[in-house]
């Protein structure tokens, strides 16, 4: 059962544009979705959060919206730089369970210069 | 500062075998979790440690154990080692139930 899935393997850019990464769920039971990034031969780097109160949050160029009743979040980057080009991985942090999280399956971002 | 690090980050072993991984969380966190990631998959839950014991632990048989030392590093154990076991091991480190979760690079084991 897939909880937290990312229907898009890969997504391709270019420099300066937006870059919208997808993730859809199933479970509503969460307090927080997270966005983490990884490089090759490197663990995964935290990105942004949402609380689940919230439908927006904006860090410079990242901003994650969440919208509850699709059971849906995107993240998007503006602009785009070819330095972004790694793997994003959403990541749901259940309620009531630690902070144990359970990620979807990644897309490849790559941002052509 | 050092950030989390894990040891060794790629080893090869043969079915059946035993495999030991470490990990050292970053500085002034005391709560280790263990990931599984398959290739090209997300990573996989395998449990969390706590003052010294397992607090959570995900979908994966008792072949995978674990232990938190009072230095709060880690280790995780893998017991008669499957092909399906191949995948690369990382190690998440937090302060108690934050939201944020470092992770080292991980290691990565191959087994023939």
């Known amino acids: 059962d897939q909880q937290v899935k990312q229907n898009s393997p890969s997504l391709s850019v270019q420099e300066g544009r937006i870059s919208i990464l997808n993730c859809d769920y199933t479970n509503s039971m969460f307090d927080y979705f997270l966005w983490y990034k990884k490089y090759p031969a490197e663990g995964p780097t935290f990105l942004i959060s949402?609380?689940?109160?919230?439908d927006k949050n904006e860090d410079g160029r990242f901003t994650v919206f969440l919208n509850k009743s699709a059971k849906h979040l995107s993240l998007h980057i503006v602009p785009s730089q070819p330095g972004d080009s790694a793997v994003y991985f959403c990541a749901r942090r259940n309620n009531n369970a630690g902070n144990m999280l359970t990620f979807g399956g990644g897309t490849r971002l790559m941002v052509k210069p | 500062d050092a950030g989390v690090t894990q040891s060794p980050t790629h080893l090869i072993k043969t079915r059946g075998q035993q495999v030991t991984l470490r990990c050292s969380p970053k500085?002034?966190?005391?709560?280790v979790s263990w990931y599984q990631q398959a290739l090209g998959q997300g990573p996989q839950f395998i449990f969390q440690y706590y003052e010294e014991e397992e607090r959570q632990r995900g979908n994966f048989p008792d072949r995978f154990s674990g232990h938190q030392f009072p230095n709060y590093s880690s280790e995780l154990n893998v017991n008669a080692l499957l092909l399906g076991d191949s995948a690369l091991y990382l190690c998440a480190s937090s302060l108690g139930s934050s939201v944020e979760l470092f992770f080292g690079e991980g290691s990565r084991l191959t087994v023939l």
């Open positions: 949402i609380s689940s109160i919230k």
């Open positions: 500085s002034g966190h005391d709560t």
